[in-house]
């Protein structure tokens, strides 16, 4: 989701304070419906939005109050303080001191996990647990 940056637990405090396993957190995001039906998940993917799931959980969240919302400075037309697919190129400094609001990601994830291992340890994301795991789930493996 573009706009969207926090440390890795906020993430987990957010998505799932409970500590669910992948499947039972997926499990109860299914049928969501808090201001309109594009935060189920169950959706087709034409109408399901990833930014309505994110705004229906920060809105259970016990923590919204901590939610900081941004307005974005652009050059032309890439942002600024961004990581960008585009131009891709990580100064580690920057990162660390917290210059970067956000990136967008180079696509397909699996194709390109040398290049994000830079903003993965840095949000403490351990990548081949995590990814694995919810990969199953999504692909009816588990």
Not at 33 to 39: A, L, P, Q
Not at 116 to 141: A, R, T
């Amino acid at each position: 989701m573009i706009y969207t940056t926090a440390k890795g637990k906020v993430f987990t405090d957010l998505l799932n304070p409970s500590g669910k396993s992948y499947e039972d957190l997926l499990n109860s995001w299914r049928g969501m419906n808090i201001f309109g039906s594009n935060e189920n998940i169950s959706n087709h993917p034409s109408r399901f939005s990833d930014e309505a799931l994110l705004r229906a959980l920060i809105s259970k969240w016990d923590n919204k109050h901590n939610v900081l919302y941004t307005t974005r400075a652009f050059r032309g037309t890439r942002a600024v303080e961004r990581i960008d697919r585009a131009n891709w190129g990580i100064d580690q400094n920057r990162l660390t001191n917290d210059f970067y609001i956000d990136a967008h990601l180079p696509r397909p994830l699996n194709k390109y996990m040398d290049k994000l291992k830079p903003i993965l340890d840095y949000f403490e994301i351990d990548i081949e647990d995590e990814y694995s795991c919810l990969y199953s789930v999504l692909s009816g493996e588990k």
